[in-house]
């Protein structure tokens, strides 16, 4: 109401915090207090959703129109997409490998090889795996990186496999309906899927990790060689992220995580 009527977003108290600075601080200290003393699992609880529409309501209107599917800044999608490359890179190179379909192998063993596996709650990924719920979880971080930085896809034309670049689509959000819908496109097994899924796999275990892995990496572009020199200087792929424009939610993850996910009581936060 007070902006509708004029009121200045970047007006600042008598210890310099805007509107803004005071929701994020109101934020830091909600998601504390509920760490502290356990509120953050209570189930169907939503204490995160008027803070987050206050934090839109609070921007300006071309920060707004700034975000990406109204969730990522530029500088959020151009992290979250290197990280789901490299994720989805180790999927493809290296994943743990099994004499047949029949073949488990203990489920810790996965941690080393397959990205994110600490994100799906042990109760689900058990003491031993097989192959199929490997892969199938697999597939779900390749979907990821596919919506969010997309190559080109492999399809079939008789016997022969070849690229077609038509089926190559724009840079999207990498919500849980664009993954799921991802992974109904040719060149998924789908057995591997449906085991996965069957199993009480989802599509949050792979987000989760993703979130968490993007926050918390201290080798953002280090493993392709693309950093920065001695001296500060950007090259490689951290010279596009420096030319991103900045965002005032450039660092609230918090409000990533929610757009994607919903509030905490409904995907709690890995690592198990």
């Known amino acids: 109401l007070l902006l509708d009527r004029g009121a200045d977003r970047d007006a600042a108290d008598?210890?310099?915090?805007?509107?803004l600075d005071k929701v994020f601080k109101g934020a830091r200290d909600r998601t504390e207090f509920q760490g502290a003393f356990g509120f953050n699992g209570v189930h169907g609880r939503d204490s995160e959703e008027h803070g987050h529409s206050i934090?839109?309501?609070?921007?300006?209107?071309?920060?707004r129109a700034a975000l990406i599917e109204g969730v990522l800044t530029p500088h959020q999608r151009h992290l979250m997409a290197y990280?789901?490359?490299?994720?989805?890179?180790l999927c493809g190179w290296d994943?743990?490998?099994f004499e047949d379909d029949h073949q488990t192998r203990p489920s810790d063993d996965m941690e080393m090889d397959v990205p994110y596996w600490e994100h799906i709650p042990k109760h689900v990924r058990g003491r031993v795996v097989c192959k199929s719920f490997v892969h199938g979880y697999a597939q779900v971080?390749?979907?990821?990186?596919?919506?969010?930085?997309?190559?080109?896809?492999?399809?079939y034309d008789g016997s022969k496999e070849v690229l077609d670049h038509n089926l190559l689509h724009p840079s999207r959000v990498p919500t849980v309906e664009a993954v799921s819908?991802?992974?109904?496109?040719?060149?998924?097994?789908?057995?591997?899927?449906?085991?996965?899924?069957?199993?009480?796999?989802?599509?949050?275990?792979?987000?989760?990790?993703?979130?968490?892995?993007?926050?918390?990496?201290e080798c953002f572009f280090d493993l392709l060689g693309d950093s920065y020199d001695d001296d500060g200087s950007?090259?490689?792929?951290?010279?596009?992220?420096?030319?991103?424009?900045?965002?005032?939610?450039?660092?609230?993850?918090?409000?990533?995580?929610?757009?994607?996910?919903?509030?905490?009581?409904?995907?709690?936060?890995?690592?198990?």
């Open 14 to 19: 008598v210890f310099g915090d805007t509107p």
């Open 55 to 63: 934090t839109v309501e609070l921007l300006h209107p071309a920060e």
């Open 83 to 89: 990280n789901a490359e490299c994720a989805a890179d």
């Open 95 to 97: 994943l743990p490998t």
């Open 141 to 155: 971080v390749q979907a990821i990186r596919q919506v969010i930085s997309p190559r080109t896809r492999r399809r």
């Open 181 to 217: 819908a991802e992974l109904l496109q040719a060149g998924y097994d789908q057995g591997d899927s449906t085991f996965f899924f069957g199993k009480g796999g989802k599509v949050e275990h792979a987000l989760d990790g993703l979130i968490h892995e993007t926050v918390e990496s």
């Open 234 to 272: 950007a090259f490689g792929s951290a010279i596009e992220y420096e030319e991103l424009p900045e965002h005032p939610l450039d660092d609230r993850w918090d409000f990533v995580r929610y757009k994607l996910l919903g509030p905490e009581s409904k995907v709690l936060q890995g690592q198990f």
